[in-house]
């Protein structure tokens, strides 16, 4: 990125100039471009690229009250790193996450199968792939950078939480059916607000494109009369966010454990663990 193309200025060059109206995060406006539905990390990096142009009324709503505090995926692929790199922040993830640089796998032992041992060690990333490492980060930190990357940008994009979408519907652009201003923002949607103070309040948005980015159980894609495409896994698993006291001498490696009779398990360390 070429910060001072137009010459030097003091304060920090990641920050926009604001163009127009910043956002309101408290409440939407009647007509917009582009709507996203759903602050997860499909919403918010498409939220976090439209946001640079202010030419372009963006807006991004999200029935949770407000950002993510857990993760839920936490590891990055290098070329999920590529992407930040791009967005400015992939020196931030860098310095905040754990690293994972190989894969150690430990299997049964032959002599006794109640006991484990270590069956192999992998680089975890093959050369020449990318310039950037794979890398473990809470999911929420990530969303704080896209959400930061967004307050900076010219529009200065906030999410509106406590949005449950209701209802949505596509106008068909037939001579005399609908009005002429509905023909340019031809997608409705009702929305009903769940924060403290609004329970219950209902928001009608026309928008000339719908984003539906909220996840498996997609609001957006069953509003559509769309099914899923793909196939989905029907198996049992689980994942624990722990501080472990062991004495497992690969605790602080990525390591794929395979037992005789007591299922497989996947450790995958974090910044405790460094």
């Not at 010459?7 to 582009?34: M, N, Q, Y």
């Not at 372009?56 to 029935?63: C, F, G, K, N």
């Not at 539906?212 to 099914?227: E, N, P, Y």
């Amino acid at each position: 990125m070429q910060f001072h193309v137009n010459g030097f200025r003091t304060s920090d060059p990641a920050v926009h100039e604001p163009v127009g109206e910043p956002a309101d995060s408290d409440s939407l406006p009647e007509e917009v471009d582009v709507l996203i539905v759903g602050c997860g990390p499909a919403g918010l990096t498409l939220a976090a690229q439209m946001s640079l142009f202010p030419e372009i009324r963006t807006r991004i709503v999200e029935q949770k009250d407000g950002p993510l505090k857990l993760g839920q995926a936490d590891g990055i692929a290098c070329r999920t790193m590529e992407m930040f790199e791009a967005f400015g922040f992939s020196e931030r993830v860098l310095k905040e996450a754990c690293w994972i640089n190989e894969t150690v796998f430990w299997k049964p032992d032959e002599p006794n199968r109640r006991n484990i041992v270590r069956s192999g060690r992998v680089q975890d990333t093959e050369d020449d792939l990318s310039e950037f490492p794979h890398v473990v980060l809470n999911q929420a930190r990530v969303h704080d950078f896209y959400l930061d990357t967004m307050r900076k940008s010219p529009t200065r994009l906030e999410p509106n939480y406590s949005r449950r979408l209701v209802d949505l519907k596509i106008d068909a652009a037939k001579s005399g059916e609908v009005r002429a201003d509905y023909a340019d923002y031809p997608v409705m949607v009702k929305l009903e607000r769940t924060g403290p103070g609004h329970e219950g309040e209902m928001e009608t948005v026309r928008a000339r494109y719908l984003v539906g980015c909220d996840g498996a159980h997609s609001a957006v894609r069953k509003s559509l009369g769309r099914s899923m495409q793909g196939d989905s896994a029907n198996q049992a698993w689980g994942v624990m966010d722990v501080l472990a006291v062991t004495d497992f001498p690969d605790i602080r490696m990525k390591a794929v454990i395979h037992s005789a009779n007591e299922g497989n398990l996947l450790v995958i360390p974090g910044k405790a663990a460094i």
